[in-house]
């Protein structure tokens, strides 16, 4: 299986990057993000608790998120691969998808580090939230999303330069141009 986490600050392209990878490779994309929209959108328990911390940029607490995981990866048992979309953000995260994957016989393939600056990324989604609906996309909770991406998930790119599947990409440029270095990053590693 080919699996790939799609990792970078918010705004950096992974939704956009995830959508081109699941056209060109026939992926499956799980964005915990968009499930927790979903769930929201729903009403459920969990879309009322998850609701509290999206709307102030933090995160969502780890059990919540690995058991909503477990869920949805189930669903995905067939998939030639899937891509993992904002998911894992902390290190519990991570050691538990690397379980998860091992006990169906899988591992992580490759890890894809989106750097955008600054700038570009307020810039991009303040752009996307005059149109987008998101609660998040406002200039308050968009300083407090970078700032929980600094402290809380950035330092996770250790934990997969330590297991060897660390790939870093520069986020700038064009969706084609970046599109083109991931699929170079993906022949070397296949
Ligand atoms: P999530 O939905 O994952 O949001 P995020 O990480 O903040 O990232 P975004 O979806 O905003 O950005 P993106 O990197 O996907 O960029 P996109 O392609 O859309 O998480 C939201 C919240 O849910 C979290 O804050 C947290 O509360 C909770 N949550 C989710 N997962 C969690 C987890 N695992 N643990 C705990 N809590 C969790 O691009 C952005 C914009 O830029 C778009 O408008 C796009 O068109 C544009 N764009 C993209 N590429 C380019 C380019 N090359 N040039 C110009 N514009 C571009
Ligand atoms: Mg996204």
Known sequence: MLNIVIFGAPGSGKGTQSER??????????????????????????????????????????????????????????????????????????????????????????????HVEEDELIHRLLERGKVSGRSDDNLETIKSRLEVYHKQTAPLADFYIQEGKHVSIVGNGTIDDIFDKIKKALEDIK
Not at 31 to 58: F, M
Not at 72 to 88: H, Q, R, S
Not at 96 to 103: G, P, Q, S, T, V
Request: aromatic share 4%; hydrophobic share 40%; glycine share 8%.
């Open 21 to 114: 990878l699941i056209k060109e490779f026939g992926l499956d994309h799980i964005s915990t993000g968009d499930v927790l929209r979903k769930e929201i959108k729903e009403g459920s328990e969990l879309g009322r608790v998850a609701s509290e911390y999206i709307n102030k940029g933090q995160l969502v607490p780890d059990e919540l998120i690995v058991d909503m995981l477990a869920k949805v990866l189930d669903e995905k048992e067939n998939a030639k691969g899937v891509i993992f979309d904002g998911f894992p953000r902390t290190i519990p995260q991570a050691v538990a998808l690397k379980k998860m994957l091992n006990e169906r016989g899988t591992d992580v393939s490759v890890m894809l580090n989106l």
